[in-house]
């Protein structure tokens, strides 16, 4: 058995986790800034640098302790080094780098985005490899081929707005408070998803990329008018708030399902998972769920609790990297991109 303490601080969650063998979770302690951002309507990089250090130092004890595991039983030390905010990145890295020389333990730098692609693998006995990635986050929307828990291909990506980044966007557009994923849904189940016929962005045939950038532009004029005096949220009632919150919903929906299909059609597999924060809204989930089911597809949805950034998954994957010799050294560096390309 090998055991992988796993550390991830690439925005503004202060997380660790304990993993055994890439699937068996002995603890998973995430510590949310959210109220630190909530005023500022997203995160502050500065602040959430502060608070991983703040914090760090505890909740890798509060996961050792849930764990019950010493420093001694520990075989590696994964961590986060991309792609997110470089200054809380480089809290996560140090940190790792420390423990990794401090307790003679293997180093390994886990690519954040990868570390989503593997989290609907975690606690089942039987991988859904090989399979499409749909990977759907404040920072980033993704498809990916994946063949393995460390070889990972990437198909599309967004062009300009994350799925996660327009559902904060539109959130403050419609004067929801931050995050505004979690309230958009909240909304979206009060309204009609027929009430506005937003755009659906596909952009050329047969891309695999996203664009979200317009379906906002499209909910701010359609909220405000175009430069005109008339029109605002004074204006708005709570059904029309509803209402224009399930319109966007189900366009952003329609558009990440269809894409999914497209990957699978071109790729001509048939296994599809689901991760990243957005993949905790469960209209996405029940229309991956529906449209799978009537294709006679394979769809593994990331559990719940490694849907949002997690250092399970971190710790999940570190394993497999570590299996295969990518080991880092005390040179391990924290960076903005990730490691991905176009297959």
């Not at 993993?19 to 302690?29: A, E, M, Y």
């Not at 703040?54 to 996961?63: G, Y």
């Not at 690519?111 to 986050?137: E, F, K, N, R, T």
Request: glycine share 10%.
């Amino acid at each position: 058995m090998t055991t992988v303490l796993g550390i991830e601080t690439s925005c503004d969650e202060t997380a660790v986790a304990v993993v055994d063998d890439g699937v068996t979770v002995r603890s998973n302690v995430v510590a949310s800034q959210i109220e630190l951002h909530r005023k500022y309507g997203g995160v502050v990089p500065e602040i959430a640098s502060r608070a991983h250090i703040e914090n760090l130092d505890t909740i890798v004890q509060d996961a050792l302790d849930q764990a019950e595991c010493a420093p001694s039983d520990v075989d590696v030390i994964a961590v986060t080094n991309r792609p997110g905010l470089v200054p809380a990145l480089l809290i996560g890295v140090t940190a790792a780098k420390t423990l990794s020389w401090a307790w003679q333990k293997p180093l390994v730098g886990v690519d954040h985005i990868h570390a989503h692609a593997y989290s609907p693998a975690i606690g089942l006995a039987q991988p859904p490899w090989p399979a499409v990635a749909l990977i759907v986050s404040g920072g980033h929307t993704s498809l990916f081929r994946v063949n393995g828990p460390a070889d990972v291909q990437l198909l599309g990506a967004t062009l300009d707005d994350a799925a996660g980044e327009a559902f904060d966007k539109v959130a403050t557009i419609l004067g929801l408070p931050y995050p505004g994923g979690p309230e958009i849904e909240k909304a979206a189940k009060h309204g009609d998803a027929k009430t506005v016929d937003f755009p659906r962005t596909m952009l050329k045939r047969g891309s695999l990329d996203f664009s979200f950038s317009g379906i906002k532009t499209a909910v701010r004029y359609h909220i405000h008018g175009h430069g005109k005096i008339s029109g605002g949220l004074e204006k708005r009632s709570p059904a029309d708030i509803a209402n224009v919150a399930a319109s966007f919903q189900q366009a952003v929906v329609d558009v990440l399902v269809k894409k999914a299909m497209l990957a699978v059609a071109q790729t001509g597999l048939s296994n599809v998972i689901l991760g990243g924060g957005v993949a905790a809204n469960g209209a996405l989930r029940s229309a991956m769920e529906e449209v799978c089911r009537t294709r006679d597809i394979n769809f593994v949805a990331a559990p719940w609790a490694y849907c949002t950034d997690n250092a399970a998954m971190i710790a999940a994957l570190g394993f497999h990297m570590w299996q295969r010799g990518d080991i880092a050294g005390l040179d391990l560096d924290a960076l903005a991109n990730s490691s991905t390309r176009v297959a």
